[in-house]
């Protein structure tokens, strides 16, 4: 009985995140629900610095989202925690960690634009961890917002089934509110406060009709609605409502609203249907790990997931997901993933920048705690007598490399610490040492990715840096691979030598460069036959391959696009180890790839720049300058969009040359395309 009592009371908490491409309005959209739900007196604004969410300095002087914030808020009666995402696609590794932990989102989209290219990024990565979601089409207000071309858009786009339970009343200057086709009603917006009125007979006709479409929308994919509305010829409210919640939750449709948040239009409705149609936690599927399920319990033994590390002035805050148990302050927990026990000082509830303090947090809260020192994003905390490890958030790899240096020898080894501290907070950046050159090199996702680290350093830790320009990671493939490459590892040292003997054949690997977002890609199989090669000999010829793939023959960057086939070999009855055969799948596949022909791969980004329709030639002249090859264009009213593909080296800089070029009106955004083929140096 205690396990149902505590279950239940989870029904009524809802952790979502906003989900968009940048400009599209998240975070005023999560402004207007603090401020609705009571926890803000004060509508905050992006264009005044003044929002909650984004209470970094340098996402108050750049107007954008940057770190993912987390705050908590009520509404009808249900806990909500809402987490606020950045859009661009420099900090998308920020968005893919919060999804990991949300149970839904609610995907924002412009009016005018409809799905943007960040847009479609994000979805997919939702889609990979299978968050249900709702849409609002926001910015109804602008001149040339098309509520049907934008739902039209999900459809097309992401391959969604949108279904609108909302009628926009009015356009652009004229946009007042909203017809609910759940309750036929009007909710009509005069001066930020909502009245709720009857259907204006303009549109009355229309609002039947798309009710009905909806309701044999829903008929068709919910069996206990179509059940009804066969017998009925109609859903009622209630039935069409659960309907939708039902579909909602198994990711069959997706819900759409519109508003306009700048304006206070549509927010109130939209928090209804966060509590209405997205999941609590006990309507999730159960965690997964190795062997085992995790369900949402706080009667459970404790499983929690580290999310986010940030370091503020007084100390370090580890973000975590409560996925069952109850987590304790003063308690011991086990970072399962490095063996080590880690102690709870303090559990906060997050409001941005403030918080609150708790004495627990139960299965299915989204918390951060003090006192674990060295818990990395990913790192699974668990109860010390009941180990579990949860699957960490992917990681993307970076794609541009700038090198660092202090100003000052006596700033030399703080630099040091403090790129070692950012790397462990954001596991997309990545500090090495250059063999070559022995410069520092900081890695990330892109130049605003990298900027905005290096500013952090210099306001937080106040040490003067120099940065280089900025380099993008190659790799390395195979364009034509080798067969029957023996090679045979011996090595006589006294005492018990080392001995392997393998044949390798290697091929190039044709795989959709854009799905695996520049991944390594490497496969390895084993066709041999009558245990010429024992099954753990084979595993370390695996790993051996992999080391190898660490730096290609070209210039030394990591290979990918590769298949290794392990097709014979022999062991020693004494000398033989997996040691000694790890040896030989490295070894051997670094005289494979020698010999066999190899190409130089560069980072290829999607670009969609928006411009006047008298620059179009200008622009169209730069791209294809920088290689860019031209995808398509839509021209909308005055401006025209330009969607074209182009290599991430000549893309430095090219923000100003756009400016220069469109007299200051272009605008343009990007996403990784995956690697292409690079001329030849």
């Known amino acids: ?374 818990a990395r994003p990913g790192a699974t905390l668990c109860a010390p007598d009941t180990p579990v490890l949860l699957e960490p958030p992917i990681v993307s790899e970076p794609v541009v490399s700038v090198a660092v240096e202090a100003h000052t020898a006596a700033d030399a080894e703080r630099l040091a610490t403090a790129l070692a501290r950012m790397a462990e907070e954001d596991p997309s950046l990545v500090v090495r040492t250059d063999p070559e050159s022995g410069q520092t090199l900081l890695s990330g996702m892109g130049e605003l990715h990298l900027e905005v680290a290096v500013e952090k350093i210099r306001r937080d830790r106040g040490i003067g840096v120099a940065v280089g320009r900025p380099q993008v990671a190659y790799r390395e493939t195979v364009l034509r691979g080798v067969s029957g ?27 959709d460069a854009e799905s695996s977002g520049g991944a390594v890609e490497f496969e390895f199989h084993s066709v041999v036959v009558g245990g010429r090669v024992p099954e753990e000999y084979v595993r370390a010829v695996h790993a051996g391959c992999r080391d190898a793939l660490a730096d290609g023959p070209i210039g030394g960057h990591p290979v990918i696009g590769l298949r290794v086939t392990l097709t014979d070999g022999a062991t020693h009855p004494v000398d033989s180890s997996e040691r000694a055969f790890r040896a030989a799948g490295r070894l051997a596949l670094r005289e494979a790839l020698r010999a066999s022909e190899m190409a130089l791969l560069e980072p290829v980004l999607e670009l969609t720049v928006t411009a006047p329709e008298e620059a179009l030639g200008a622009v169209l002249g730069d791209l294809a300058a920088r290689r860019g090859r031209v995808l398509d264009s839509v021209s909308r009213g005055s401006t025209v969009v330009v969607t074209a593909s182009a290599p991430l080296a000549e893309v430095f800089g090219y923000a100003t040359r756009l400016r220069s070029r469109t007299q200051g009106r272009g605008t343009f955004t990007s996403r990784p395309l995956g690697y292409d083929r690079a001329p030849a140096r």
Not at 490 to 506: C, E, H, L, M, W
Request: contains cysteine; glycine residues 8%.
């Open 1 to 374: 009985m205690r396990t149902n009592t505590s279950r239940q009371a989870l029904t009524t908490v809802r952790n979502l995140g906003i989900l968009a491409h940048v400009d599209a309005g998240k975070t005023t959209v999560t402004e207007r629900m603090l401020f609705l739900t009571g926890m803000t007196h004060k509508r905050g604004e992006v264009h005044d610095g003044t929002t909650v969410t984004d209470f970094d300095p340098q996402e108050r002087e750049r107007g954008i989202t940057i770190f993912a914030a987390a705050v908590a808020c009520e509404w009808a009666g249900h806990r909500l925690t809402v987490i606020d995402t950045p859009g661009h696609v420099d900090f998308s590794d920020e968005v893919e960690r919060s999804l990991r932990v949300l149970d839904g989102a609610v995907a924002v989209f412009d009016a005018v634009a409809g799905v943007e290219p960040q847009s479609e990024s994000v979805w997919r990565r939702a889609d990979r961890y299978g968050v249900p979601r709702i849409a609002f089409v926001n910015k109804m207000d602008r001149v040339g917002a098309d509520f049907g071309a934008a739902v039209d858009s999900i459809r097309e786009r992401l391959h969604a089934v949108p279904l609108a339970v909302q009628l926009p009343i009015g356009a652009e200057d004229g946009f007042a509110g909203v017809v609910d086709l759940v309750r036929m009603r009007a909710l009509l917006w005069v001066a930020g406060a909502v009245t709720v009125a009857p259907i204006p007979n303009e549109l009355l006709e229309t609002a039947r009709q798309q009710r009905r479409a909806l309701e044999e929308a829903v008929a068709e994919r919910c069996s206990a609605a179509l059940d009804e509305f066969y017998a009925q010829s109609a859903l009622s409210d209630a039935t069409l409502a659960a309907a939708l919640r039902a579909l909602t939750l198994t990711g069959e449709i997706v819900v759409v609203l519109c508003g306009a948040a700048y304006r206070n239009i549509g927010v109130e409705p939209l928090l209804d249907a966060v509590v209405a149609y997205l999941p609590s936690p006990v309507d999730r599927p159960p965690v997964r790990g190795d062997g085992f399920e995790v369900i949402a319990d706080p009667a459970e033994s404790l499983v929690a997931l580290v999310f986010k590390v940030q370091a503020t002035g007084t100390g370090r805050l580890t973000f975590v997901r409560v996925y069952a148990g109850t987590l304790r302050r003063g308690a011991s927990v086990l970072d399962a993933g490095a063996g080590r026990t880690e102690r709870i000082g303090r559990i906060l509830r997050v409001q941005a920048d403030r918080h609150e303090e708790l004495e627990e947090a139960v299965a299915g809260q989204i918390v951060a705690v003090v006192g674990p020192k060295s």
């Open 485 to 511: 490459l023996r090679f045979r590892h011996i090595k006589q040292s006294g005492g018990p030598g080392q001995f392997a003997d393998i044949v390798i054949d290697v091929d190039p690997l044709v795989s």
